[in-house]
């Protein structure tokens, strides 16, 4: 089950990273629309969402609490 848990935590971390990257290249680009950007911007609130789950949980765990 652990196995499992690090297996959806790095792919949740790998979406964050490549949302990231997006994000930067949206703001370098002046034709970046409204749209675009709200779009991006609720895709980044449940990246970030996720990352700080995670997070938490690791937090939780090395410091012998249950998550």
């Avoid at 792919?11 to 990257?21: K, T, Y």
Wanted: with cysteine; glycine share 8%; proline share 0%.
């Amino acid at each position: 089950m652990s196995r499992l848990a690090d297996g959806m935590e790095a792919v949740q971390l790998g979406a964050a990273n490549e949302l990231l990257e997006e994000a930067s290249e949206a703001l370098d680009n002046q034709d970046t629309s409204l749209d675009e950007m709200r779009c991006l911007v609720t895709e980044l609130t449940g990246a970030l969402r996720d990352v700080f789950r995670i997070a938490t949980s690791r937090g939780h765990l090395r410091n012998g609490r249950t998550a």
